[in-house]
C-alpha cells in the first residue's frame, strides 16, 4: 500500500498515519526524519545537505529527491509506505512522479483528508502540550484528568504559540495555498481520494480504508 497523506493542521493526519501504520505494516516516512538519518550516518547525500543547511540554505528539491529514491527501496518499504509532508510542492510531486516510474512503484491514492475550517480551528485551538514530556493532547478528544495537568506523566500543560487562534488562521491558509496545486495535480492523475475528517478518528478511519479498497 502506497500512500500520500495530505491534510490541514488540526485534522488528524498524525493520528491516521499511526493507524494506517500499523493496519497495512507500513513505514510513515517524513522528510525531516529521512534528511537527518542521512545527515547523521554521513553519506554523500548528508553531507551535501548538511553544506547546503550550514549556509542557512533550504535543501534544494533535487537532494531531496534523491535521498527519497533511496528510501523508498529500502528493506522496510516492502509492503509500500506513507509519505507524510511530503511532496509538498509541484516541482516535487512531479520529481515523485518521476522516481515511481524509474523504480516501477504505483502509488494506491492520495488521500487528501478536509474539514471545514471552523473545526480546524476548535481542535487546534483545544491542543495544549506537555512541558515535561512534550506529548499532545486535546482537551475535547483526551480531557486531563486532573486540570491542567498531563495525563502521561503530571506535567503542566500549556498552549503552543502555534495553536493560539491569531496564529491557526494563517496557518491554514498556508496550507491552502501550497496544497492547491497538488491536490490539483493529482486529481488529474485520477489518484486524489477526498475524505472527509470531521468526524471521529476512528470515522475518519473507516472512510480512508473506503476510499482505498
Ligand atoms: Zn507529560
New binding site residues.
Partial sequence: MRIILLGPPGVGKGTQAKILMKRFSIPQLSTGDILRTEIDTKTELGILAKSIMNEGKLVPDNVMLNMMEKRLQEDDTINGYILDGFPRTLPQAKGLEKILKILVQRLNGVIAIKADEGILVERLSNRRS?K??N?ITNLIFDPPRVEGK?N??G?ELFQRDDDKPEVILDRLEVYKKQTEPLINYYAELQLLKEVDGSGTINEITINILRELE
Fill in positions: 506537555c515535561k514530556c506529548a498531563c502521561q506523566c506535567g
